[in-house]
């Protein structure tokens, strides 16, 4: 994990293989994205609407978060409490705070907290940006999705129904998602949430092998 972005890059249960991608262009550098693992989107994701210089998927993952608290309970848990507040950024909501709970276990288990300070409500835009491990992407099925609504970015966000992620499309579905990633017909990672509304699927390659599964809403 790193402080930058409060940023999971990899998780393996007991016994098990890596579960998170990680991309070998990853640069670790302050104030440069981390490529894979569980970027943490916000408050807005992708390009911000009239902001064409501000930051992809919004600063929360470029900047450095407070380690509240760690812990490590009877059953072997390790749960890291990271807290960011005061947030001085361009396009940051003003009374905004965030606390990002991640434990790791058996599970591994992520719940961010959205607090406003102030008295206005406020519209924000979050997701746990998820990059999924696979042996090959060519090789891998998706199901759970069928029949749901999808939203197409590469047609101008069209609203439509088909297949949950076929080759070119590209987009977040308007469903609640159980279990999605299956490698080869063998579950390999079930990524689950409390959101009614959506999940992302996007294909990606690196060097022939990897792809992406990103989480709620997310690009």
């Known amino acids: 994990m790193y402080l930058q972005g409060a940023h999971v890059t990899a998780y393996a249960p007991r016994g098990g293989g890596p579960v998170l991608f990680l991309s070998r262009a ?16 916000f408050p807005w994701f992708g390009r911000k609407t009239g902001a064409p210089d501000a930051p992809l998927h919004g600063p929360a993952r470029l900047l450095a978060w407070s380690l509240e608290a760690a812990t490590i ?12 507040a005061d947030v001085a950024a361009a396009g940051w909501p003003a009374g905004v705070a965030l606390r990002y709970r991640v434990e790791i276990g058996a599970e591994l288990r992520l719940a961010l907290e ?25 090789r891998i099925s998706v199901t759970g999705l ?7 970015e590469t047609e101008a966000f069209a609203r439509k129904i088909g297949p949950p992620r076929a080759a070119g499309r590209d987009g ?15 579950p390999r990672a079930a990524p689950r949430g409390d959101r009614q509304d959506g999940l992302r699927l996007d294909r990606g390659v690196e060097s022939g092998r990897g792809a992406r599964a990103d989480a709620a809403r997310s690009r």
């Open 172 to 186: 977040p579905h308007l469903r609640r998602p159980g279990r999605l990633l299956r490698r080869m017909g063998s």
């Open 114 to 138: 959205v607090e406003n300070r102030g008295r206005a409500p406020l519209a924000v835009e979050e997701a746990l940006h998820t990059y999924l491990a696979v042996d090959d992407v060519a």
């Open 26 to 41: 990853s640069r670790f550098a302050r104030g440069a994205p981390i490529r894979g693992g569980i970027p943490l989107v």
């Open 146 to 152: 069928e029949g749901a609504a999808f939203l197409d």
């Open 73 to 84: 309970d009877a059953a072997g848990v390790v749960a890291f409490t990271f807290g960011l």
